[in-house]
């Protein structure tokens, strides 16, 4: 099984302020990866997927980096709605698909 | 606009069983692979079980293998997943997801359903 790592835990950032979000798997996926945003009571919501496109309705405020085992997502500008947390998710060996333990971004 | 609303959750008790229904509506039903995930409380996504376009390939995970039972209604476009001997880690939000990618199985990201709540506790 592919281990994803996510790093910081927490991020505390203000808005108006970039943030950038490390997810590390334990095995080459190479881009088949996916970030997603995911609020209190409300499920997951795909952002980003083939580790830098955007999915649908996305802004472009929202970046992905990344291939092989080291990926990132960046946010460039904070804005209110942005604060929740954030999964990354492999999609290269399967079963299982697996997910990073998350980044909670706060305020 | 693509739709997935599950249905069936609840409190069961240990070892009895539960079916979850996802009604789909806004995309082609039978061009997507089809997968069940849950989440415990606290913690991240965990993937559970996986169904190909065409109904012909099945995958789970193995901790659930055996004791669950995925499949696909194309007249009623409902994916369903029966879950036997129910335990207490199998507790967590059950989210219906399709595959963004038609026409493929697997290696593709997901758009998720809300969750349904399954309690299992005596």
């Known amino acids: 099984e592919t281990v994803m790592t996510q790093s910081p835990a927490t991020l505390s950032v203000s808005p108006g302020e970039r943030a950038t979000l490390s997810c590390r798997a334990s095995?080459?996926?190479?881009?088949?990866l996916a970030w997603y945003q995911q609020k209190p009571g409300q499920a997951p919501r795909l952002l980003i997927y083939g580790a830098s496109t955007r999915a649908t309705g996305i802004p472009a405020r929202f970046s992905g980096s990344g291939s092989g085992t080291e990926f990132t997502l960046t946010i460039s500008s904070l804005q209110s709605d942005d604060f929740a947390v954030y999964y990354c998710?492999?999609?290269?060996?399967?079963?299982?698909?697996?997910f990073g333990q998350g980044t909670k971004l706060e305020i | 606009q693509v739709q997935l609303v599950e249905s069936g959750g609840g409190v069961v008790q240990p070892g009895r069983s539960l079916r979850l229904s996802c009604a789909a509506s806004?995309?082609?039903?039978?061009?997507?692979?089809m997968h069940w995930l849950r989440q415990a409380p606290g913690k991240g996504p965990e993937w559970v079980a996986g169904i190909s376009y065409d109904g012909s390939n099945k995958q789970f995970l193995d901790s659930v293998q055996g004791r669950f039972i995925i499949s696909k209604d194309i007249a009623k476009n409902t994916l369903y997943l029966e879950m036997y001997s129910l335990r207490a880690e199998d507790t967590g939000v059950y989210y219906c997801?399709?595959?963004?990618?038609?026409?493929?199985?697997?290696?593709?990201?997901?758009?998720w359903g809300q969750g349904t709540l399954v309690t299992v506790s005596a």
């Open positions: 998710q492999q999609y290269n060996h399967w079963p299982p698909y697996t």
């Open positions: 997801a399709k595959e963004i990618t038609a026409y493929t199985y697997g290696y593709d990201a997901f758009d």
């Open positions: 095995q080459s996926v190479s881009r088949n």
């Open positions: 806004g995309f082609t039903f039978t061009s997507h692979g």
